[in-house]
């Protein structure tokens, strides 16, 4: 099975921007991936997700100001963060499938 790898996370003020990176260690089967985060003392929840055909779906808290993309070649999607704000902050999870997790990056959005 493939293993993810999330890196891009850090440290970022508000307004800001920060690009996100998930590559996987091969060939994945699933047709759905994509970015969920979990904020310190709160259930993991959706960020965006993108098919294998570049489909894609936004959390309404995300939807203009964040942009996830896919190099199927490459074996990586990204998540660009735009205009971020400090209910932004938290570790920031890659996944396809809702099967294969990476370990997560965090994000923090603080002045």
């Known amino acids: 099975q493939v293993q993810l790898v999330e890196s891009g996370g850090g440290l970022v003020q508000p307004g800001g921007s920060l690009r996100l990176s998930c590559v996987s260690s091969?060939?994945?089967?699933?047709?759905?991936r994509g970015w969920y985060r979990q904020a310190a003392g709160k259930q993991r929840e959706l960020v965006a997700t993108?098919?294998?055909?570049?489909?894609?779906n936004y959390a309404d808290s995300v939807k203009g100001r964040f942009t996830i993309s896919a190099d199927n070649a490459q074996n990586t999607i990204y998540l660009e963060m735009n205009s971020l704000k400090p209910e932004d902050t938290a570790v920031y999870y890659c996944?396809?499938?809702?099967?294969?997790w990476g370990e997560g990056t965090l994000v923090t959005v603080s002045s």
């Open positions: 091969g060939i994945s089967k699933y047709y759905m």
């Open positions: 993108i098919t294998t055909t570049y489909i894609t």
């Open positions: 996944t396809h499938g809702l099967q294969v």
